[in-house]
């Protein structure tokens, strides 16, 4: 019962209040503006301290050398699903791109998918040392805000209402906790939290490397957006340095 209570208040801040905070960012130009040009880049960061730092060395104490095959095929496997079948993020800066009413339905499913990997993430993490749970739900938070601000723009341009985005991107978030509990319940009978800490490294590390790692634009200057990447590396440095991990 503790490691239940405890996992969903994680889930809830890795996404219902990820998604509370990109909404009420959206209604603050200035910040709107910041997390736009800067806000991939600084989850870039974040994502790659967390998994090259935490995720997989955990993953390699739970399930050994093994664990670096399960994260390559995680990472290729996300490459396969993002690029051939769904998509699974839409940035800020992408509205204009991705804006037309065919492309929400995949927005919706890709959006639900990852939240509910990102539920069985921090359950998984919380299972195997209760810091590691605490650290990946921060970063989950962090990476959050700006995709779901990305997911919200392009709805809002393919014309929804401000009530059904919120609406379907709760219903959405909500996934992240039938994650959670699928992870619980199997781990009552079977050995997954090193396979799911290895599978959650390699789609962290795609995405952080792929869809978040800042490229050279005139929208957003290179130099402004390498120094956003290294404050998400070191707030992640700091949290795990905060959060106390045991011996």
Known sequence: MENFLAINLLVLFGSLVALGAALASLRIKPLTRLF????????????????????????????????????????????????????????????????????????IFGDTIHNLIDGAAIAAAYLATPSLGVVTALSTFLHEVPHEMGDIGVLLAAGWRRLKIIWVNTLSALASFLGALVVLTA????????????????????????????????????????????????????ATQLVPHPA
């Open 36 to 107: 736009t040009r800067y806000g991939t880049s600084f989850a870039s960061g974040v994502l790659l301290t967390v998994t090259l730092l935490d995720l997989i060395p955990e993953a390699v104490h739970e399930m050994g050398e093994t664990a670096f095959f399960w994260v390559l095929f995680s990472f290729l496997a996300t490459y396969i699903f993002e690029n051939y079948l769904f998509t699974l993020h839409h940035h800020p800066d992408q509205h204009h791109h991705a804006a037309h009413t065919t492309v929400v339905p995949l927005i």
């Open 187 to 238: 781990a009552q009978t079977l050995s997954i939290v090193g396979p799911l800490l290895a599978v959650s490294s390699g789609m962290f590390l795609y995405l952080a490397a792929s869809d978040f790692l800042p490229k050279p634009s005139k929208n957003s200057p290179y130099k402004k957006a390498v120094i956003a990447l290294m404050m998400g590396v070191l707030v992640m440095l700091v």
